[in-house]
């Protein structure tokens, strides 16, 4: 059977969000997953209030990082959403994707497939909208600070997905 895989979906500006996502990646792979990084687009025109430090980063995210595709949801045994503090659903940056998760959602292409949401705010609504788009839910968990947070969280979700992509059901 082959390996599970678990992608990062994230989108980050700064590098805050960024620094979770790479945590997550790194509980994934104490749990044996394979990960996929993939980072949100940017909208044209929204940063222009970006401090000096935060467009470099900007820069270096743009470089270094490719936007999720349908065949990337679609591998995937599991999910990790990672998002900044103040997410919205409706924002420009994650519009497109949810969309896209929605229509794979309504097509049966999603059934079984793990996920788990890390926001730099903990009590934000990234959780609840992916809770309705019919993932398989893992709860955040331990209430410490962002990054044992994120690293725990990507482990159990990764470890989840294993479970359920090898059938060892009786473990859960």
């Known amino acids: 059977m082959s390996q599970t895989e678990v992608l990062i979906t994230f989108y980050s500006r700064c590098g805050s969000a960024e620094k979770l996502a790479l945590q997550a ?4 792979v104490q749990a ?3 990960i996929r990084f993939r980072r949100l687009p940017d909208i044209a025109g929204s940063h222009s209030a970006d401090s000096p430090e935060c467009l470099k980063t ?11 595709s ?17 997410f919205r659903a409706v924002s420009p940056e ?10 794979l959602r309504s097509a049966g292409k999603l059934e079984g497939k793990v996920a788990g949401a ?4 903990p009590q934000g609504a ?16 331990a209430d410490v600070d962002g990054a044992a947070r994120a690293l ?10 294993n479970l359920l992509k090898t059938g060892s059901s009786s473990k859960l």
Do not use: C, N
């Open 152 to 161: 725990a969280h990507g482990r159990r979700v990764a470890e989840l997905a």
């Open 25 to 28: 990646a790194v509980g994934a």
């Open 70 to 86: 349908e065949a990337d949801v679609l591998r995937a045994d599991a999910i990790v959403f990672v998002a900044p503090a103040g």
């Open 94 to 103: 994650w519009t497109e994707h949810l969309d896209l998760i929605e229509e």
């Open 58 to 68: 900007l820069d270096r995210l743009r470089k270094e990082y490719i936007g999720p």
């Open 118 to 121: 890390i926001q730099i705010d």
């Open 126 to 141: 990234l959780p609840a909208v992916i809770l309705r788009l019919g993932f398989i839910v893992v709860p955040s968990g």
């Open 32 to 34: 044996r997953a394979m």
